[in-house]
């Protein structure tokens, strides 16, 4: 099988490099002028039919995804769908598993210096300047401020192939390729909140006593409590995503305090979870994903996904290379990720509510109906469809939230790993027991 040859720019919106035209040859490689379609790919892996395995959370972990993959490339990908923490235990304690690690960024931190991840060549990466700047500089626009947390460019480089060791700046060795992210809020029942909700605060409301839930998984339930705390003028923290022991207490005490006086119905740590606790009533305001909000809306039941004043938590994930990967598996591996960041993995989650890392590419998969919704803040011109060609919002309807740049603009904190995180896991396993 040839080598992949570094650094050669895309030709065209379809995504098909220089290489692969070498490797199949112009006409194999087939593209229908105009539709975006790749094809001839399949001929490549045919002839050294390849698995690649992958693990990660329920958000990207895709059926479809693997389906168009083998499609696109003739590559098989077996996809195991887990919780987050699961997904950093399965990372460090089973690395010869999997070849693709699917995690998020603030896993990354406690998986990376492991040693179970590789350092990916940027130079290999066809779309690595249409990356969004949030992941190479921290800032979505030279203005921007760098939210609080585990931000992703912070842990997003190394300083050389074997380095261990996050670098301070962008440099040729990416830790892993970003895929997906999205910013967070609260969701909720507005057929039962009965007013107005503009805060974080609001979830401690006496009204809604019993019919609250925030998510149980610790890297992002403490960042979800320090956005309720602080708006309710219970702390303020040096830093939200990196408390001391004495901040983590003032924050767990708190929670066990108000779990104690019957103010949360529930704690989730599934996407299910969340939409079932919503869409029967049990649970009114909760710290919610954009995509389960959607999929209460689905069922015709009301549900908004609520800009706040303070802002938004945000978490972001891509996909890691395995220690051990190497030879044909590796070039396929790097063949992969190159077709899920060309465009048509990107539209599929933009319609899912999450964005995509390569927006630009995403673009060029999505009609302008679409992208005006999804991204620009518009309108609907016409019904909005899910991936799957379910109505999910009809003509006339608006994102929750607005804009890519309002929303990913607004935000406060990233999900973290703090340098206290193993007392701080431990205080939050006492909030739940409690």
């Not at 990207?60 to 987050?84: Q, R, Y």
């Not at 009965?194 to 149980?216: E, H, V």
Request: charged share 20%; glycine share 10%.
């Amino acid at each position: 099988m040839t080598k992949k040859i570094s650094g050669e720019p895309g030709i065209g919106a379809s995504g098909i490099t220089r290489r692969s035209l070498l490797k199949t040859g112009a006409a194999a490689a087939g593209l229908a002028a105009g539709s975006g379609v790749i094809t001839g790919f399949p001929t490549i892996w045919a002839q050294n039919p390849i698995t690649l395995r992958q693990f990660g959370t329920g958000v990207s972990n895709l059926n479809a995804i693997a389906e168009k993959c083998k499609e696109d490339l003739g590559i098989t990908l077996e996809m195991t769908a887990t919780d987050s923490d699961a997904a950093a235990q399965r990372a460090v304690t089973q690395p010869d598993s999997y070849d693709i690690a699917d995690i998020e960024y603030w896993i990354l931190k406690k998986v990376f210096p492991a040693g179970v991840i590789q350092p990916m060549d940027t130079s290999k990466l066809t779309y690595y300047d249409k990356l969004v700047p949030l992941f190479i500089t921290g800032k979505l626009t030279p203005d921007s401020e760098i939210a609080q947390g585990t931000a992703p460019h912070t842990v997003g480089f190394v300083e050389s192939q074997d380095s261990k060791t996050f670098a301070t700046e962008p440099t040729q060795w990416f830790t892993m390729v970003p895929t997906i992210y999205n910013a967070d809020t609260l969701g909720i029942r507005p057929d039962l909140v009965g007013r107005d909700i503009t805060t974080w605060a609001d979830i401690l409301d006496p009204a809604f006593k019993g019919k609250t839930s925030i998510l149980n998984i610790p890297s992002i339930g403490i960042m979800d409590a320090a956005m309720i705390m602080e708006a309710a003028g219970e702390i303020t923290y040096a830093d939200k995503g990196n408390m001391t022991t004495e901040e983590i207490d003032k924050t767990i005490d708190f929670l066990i305090e108000t779990k104690r006086a019957g103010q949360f119905r529930a704690f989730w740590k599934s996407f299910d979870e969340s939409v079932n606790l919503m869409a029967s009533g049990e649970v009114i305001i909760q710290s919610m994903w954009s995509p389960a909000v959607a999929a209460v809306r689905s069922r015709g039941i009301p549900c908004v996904y609520q800009p706040l004043k303070e802002g938004y938590r945000a978490w972001g994930g891509g996909l890691g290379l395995a220690a051990h990967l190497s030879g044909a598996k590796l070039d396929a591996a790097y063949e992969y990720i190159n077709w899920y960041t060309s465009g048509w993995v990107g539209a599929y989650l933009n319609r899912q509510g999450y964005y995509s890392a390569a927006m630009e590419t995403a673009k060029q998969y999505m009609s302008d109906d679409e992208w005006g919704f999804w991204v620009e803040g518009k309108a609907a011109q016409g019904d909005i469809l899910s991936p799957d060609g379910q109505v999910m919002e009809k003509a006339g309807a608006v994102r929750d939230g607005g804009s890519f740049e309002e929303r990913m603009g607004k935000v406060a904190c990233w999900n973290s790993v703090m340098d206290e995180d193993r007392y701080m896991v431990r205080r939050w396993n006492e909030f739940i027991a409690a």
